[in-house]
């Protein structure tokens, strides 16, 4: 063969070592157009494949069905169980009809069904979860399906079917292999809080201690702690508190974390390495566990605590637990517990015993020591000892500079004190340290507003509401900012929503009506002010609303009865009787009024409104009492007159001699000069009065409830141009 014939050849070939396949660059030589189809024909579509491919889908959607429930999208998360569940029903379909059900995948099928069930039971459709549970225990063909009992049983205990969730716990029990121990003491654990539940101490006794004796834990401890309370035995419920106490637990984590940080400050690789490890997930699963345990223990404690009858009996308790804590691995507890036994004496109101139980920790550096003067603060500021309230927030500052709630106490105290911008450093600094301490957000919004700063209030005001939701005194705060900043639309629509959290509060219901007011819904107002009346009857702002209102509409009798209600309040302040027969007058019956106007005479004799209306009415009806009337209302009006000369030639005198003294004591120390200029002056805002003058008896008077309607009299003499007075705009609505 010659070299160009074997070159040719060379040519033709479809693949070499050297050259890529299906490309030459000799002429007509098959390029890469003629590889792809030969590559696209090597996709075979059989039955075999397409199971495959639902299968993958299958498996997808059951897999974002349970991020989805990781994530707590429980909704869509049931929408792709249903859905992997369908797609599932068609891969069977399928296998049939390609004869392939030998082949059929039953873990698949198990999967899907168990997460469906799964979903639908977090979705608390109970119904259907059971269904589906039920249709794969009564499948021979899955591995070892008895074990999802467990799951029905706690779908009964949801339901609070308690009998039928016993009974799926114990069928689940029996099934459950010699190797899984662990699973037995669960299943067992559940039983107990079931007996419980249904108050069978004694069963749920021997379920517990059979725990307990298996595999301690912390919470099975206090579950047993819990049923002897229950059953009144004390002695056993102290055995059980100490088998609590020995159960295993590695209280060396928290030492080698120290260790750590005592290298760190030689090292600088094991401070990075300490950075790392510090809020990783095994050091927070720790911060739990422990977390946990020492909320167990106290609880416990507090129980044992809580069964004697009376002070020394508790006290004698407490006394026993905080050694039995001492003399055990939990030793650190004790003082946790002694700040407990200081609350409890609190709660009972002995502040002596509660603050000589606190006072222990005077001398302990610790941040224990911290949490019992913030206590201590506290104590004393319920008192009204503000002073030592203050020694002891500042002892619990200096105990722990992060202690957000010390930092609040002695913000209080300067707030009780006046020092408005003091106490306001202190809630910002106890929010730096806290971000979340709700007191400091609620306190310093509180300060804002006296402030004035109604835009900084709102602002924490609403920071609170995104951590405390639905909290009326919160939303309350938001819209009195909004209605102090002028948004009346945004103030009534959180005092709205108040008041779905409180429907009965009058106050809420009192600013609705003036925000409404202020916009010129009377309508509106009067129906929130009518409802505040009905939960407050008392609130004299609302009373002289709605009886303005009345007398607006021309409708006085109606106004009588608040007016009536106003009395009853103040009896003392005429202002109200003078409105009363106003109505009266206003309703044309002055028989009525008259007699009022008489009534209010003989109780206030000197006042001149009353005389002018009892001379004005008399003339006009044709009494001859009203000569009688005029004698007394000059005489009235010339004892007020004298009583306002004196007043003022007093004042006038009184701030003389507080001059000549003032200047008189130069020499003085400046301590008596400001206790003298310090007196109040009556007259500081006033002039002089000019001497009084012989003038006639003015018969005229003002009606202060406005003008009467026009309406002709139905007794008497007079006619209906007499009553042209108008009302005065303070009794309107404003």
């Known amino acids: ?335 946790d517990l002694e700040i407990d036994k200081a609350v409890m004496h609190l709660r009972r109101k002995d502040f002596k015993v509660a603050i000589d139980t606190l006072k222990v920790f005077d001398k302990v550096e610790t941040k224990v020591a911290s949490h019992a003067f913030t206590n201590l603060a506290f104590l004393y500021f319920l008192r009204k000892e503000w002073e030592e309230a203050q020694r002891y927030g500042e002892q619990a500052r200096d105990a722990d500079g992060y202690n957000a709630p010390a930092l609040v106490n002695l913000g209080d105290c300067l707030l009780q004190k006046g020092e408005l911008e003091k106490a306001k450093e202190y809630y910002v600094c106890a929010l730096d340290n806290d971000a979340s301490c709700v007191q400091a957000l609620y306190n310093l919004g509180l300060v804002n507003k006296r402030l004035r700063l109604y835009q900084e209030a709102k602002d924490a005001f609403m920071k609170l509401h995104t951590i405390v939701r639905s909290h009326p005194q919160i939303i309350y705060q938001i819209a009195s900012c909004f209605e102090l900043l002028g948004d009346v639309d945004q103030a009534t629509e959180w005092f709205v929503q108040m008041l779905s959290l409180v429907p009965t509060d009058p106050d809420t219901l009192f600013h609705l009506g003036t925000l409404f007011d202020k916009e010129g819904d009377k309508q509106g107002a009067y129906q929130y002010f009518f409802d505040s009346s009905r939960f407050y009857p008392s609130n004299l702002e609302v009373i002289d609303w709605l009886g303005s209102y009345y007398i607006e509409h021309q409708v006085s009798e109606k106004a009588i009865m608040f007016f009536e209600r106003a009395t009853l309040i103040q009896p003392a302040e005429v202002k109200w009787h003078l409105m009363i027969a106003s109505c009266f007058r206003r309703a044309g019956n002055y028989q009525r009024a008259l007699a009022k106007y008489k009534e209010i005479h003989m109780k206030f004799p000197d006042n001149v409104e009353c005389l002018k209306f009892l001379v004005r009415i008399c003339t006009d009806l044709g009494l001859a009492e009203a000569a009688d009337y005029a004698i007394e209302l000059k005489r009235a009006e010339k004892s007020k007159e004298n009583r306002e000369e004196r007043m003022k030639k007093q004042g006038t005198s009184y701030r003389s001699g507080l001059h000549g003294s003032a200047t008189s004591m130069d020499r003085t120390p400046s301590a008596s000069l400001t206790q003298a200029t310090a007196q109040p002056s009556p007259t500081d805002a006033g002039g002089g009065t000019p001497p009084p003058q012989e003038e006639e008896i003015d018969a005229k008077y003002k009606d202060p409830l406005g003008p009467m309607h026009q309406r002709m009299l139905k007794e008497g003499k007079g006619g209906d141009d007499d009553w042209d007075d108008e009302i005065g705009d303070d009794l309107l609505p404003e």
Not at 71 to 96: C, F, G, M, Q
Request: aromatic share 6%; net charge negative; glycine share 4%.
């Open 1 to 335: 063969m010659t070299a160009v014939a074997r070159a040719s050849q060379d040519d033709n070939r479809p693949m070499t070592a050297v050259k890529g396949a299906g490309y030459s660059s000799g002429a007509g030589t098959p390029g890469l157009e003629s590889a792809k189809p030969v590559l696209e024909t090597q996709v075979v579509d059989t039955p075999e494949e397409k199971i495959r491919q639902l299968e993958l889908r299958t498996m997808d959607l059951v897999e974002e069905s349970c991020l989805a429930s990781c994530r707590n999208d429980d909704k869509v998360a049931l929408d792709k169980a249903k859905e992997a569940s369908a797609k599932e029903r068609t891969l069977i379909r399928y296998r049939e009809q390609a004869g392939l059900m030998e082949s059929h995948n039953m873990e698949l099928t198990f999967l899907v069904l168990t997460n469906l069930a799964h979903q639908y039971a977090k979705n608390e459709l109970f119904t259907e979860a059971l269904n589906t549970y039920d249709v794969i225990t009564k499948n021979k063909s899955f591995n070892n399906p008895e074990r999802l009992k467990v799951n029905m049983g706690n779908i009964y205990y949801k339901m609070e079917q308690y009998p039928k969730a016993l009974k799926y716990y114990r069928m689940a029990l029996d099934q459950v292999p010699s190797g899984q121990q662990s699973s037995k003491i669960k299943i067992m654990h559940n039983i107990g809080i079931l007996f419980v539940k249904m108050s069978h101490y004694t069963e749920a006794i021997t379920s517990f201690e059979f725990c307990m004796h298996e595999k301690p834990s912390f919470q099975t401890g206090l579950h047993l702690v819990v049923c002897f309370q229950a059953m009144g035995e004390k002695e056993k419920q102290k055995d059980a508190f100490e088998k609590l106490l020995k159960v295993p637990f590695d209280m060396e984590k928290e030492a080698k974390y120290k260790d750590l940080e005592e290298e760190a400050e030689k090292d600088p690789q094991t401070s990075l390495v300490l950075e790392v490890i510090k809020n990783d997930p095994m050091r927070k699963q720790e911060r739990r566990l422990r977390n946990e345990a020492e909320q167990c223990i106290l609880t416990a404690s507090k129980l044992i605590s809580s069964t004697g009858d009376t002070p020394d009996e508790v006290s004698a308790a407490y006394d026993w637990c905080v050694e039995t804590l001492k003399n055990s691995q939990h030793a650190e507890l004790a003082s």
